[in-house]
């Protein structure tokens, strides 16, 4: 019903940035909040950013703010992370994430019921 695809990761410097897309097709993509979720080796799957289904809304975790910028362009069905001054830390996959649930959390991983297929970032020191 929802299909997400990420693209745009890749190995980058310490200190460089990128930017991860996500398209989306199925529902309407406007429909949703969307997310991105993380996950390096042997950790869980932790949030990055949300953006509210209008974009005028956003949040980031602790670890990424000031540093990650979520946005969304409802005309094109895409979202986007813009990843800025990139550490060694943020080494993982990234998920897009859609179908926020009302009741669950956007903290974790189980409020979100559509996920895409992950792009790896991999920052080198």
């Known amino acids: 019903q929802v299909q997400l695809v990420e693209s745009g990761g890749g190995l980058v410097q310490a200190g460089g940035s990128l930017r991860l897309s996500c398209a989306a097709s199925?529902?309407?993509?406007?429909?949703?909040?969307m997310g991105w979720f993380r996950q390096a080796p042997g950790k869980e799957r932790e949030f990055a950013a949300s953006?509210?289904?209008?974009?005028?809304?956003?949040a980031y975790a602790d670890s990424v703010k000031g540093r990650f910028t979520i946005s969304r362009d409802n005309a094109k069905n895409t979202v986007y992370l813009q990843m800025n001054s990139l550490k060694p830390e943020d080494t993982a996959v990234y998920y897009c994430?859609?179908?926020?649930?009302?009741?669950?959390?956007?903290?974790?991983?189980?409020?979100?019921?559509?996920w895409g297929q992950g792009t790896q970032v991999t920052v080198s020191s």
């Open positions: 994430a859609a179908g926020f649930q009302d009741g669950g959390s956007m903290w974790h991983a189980d409020g979100w019921g559509y």
């Open positions: 199925g529902r309407t993509f406007r429909s949703y909040p």
């Open positions: 953006i509210s289904t209008s974009g005028s809304r956003t």
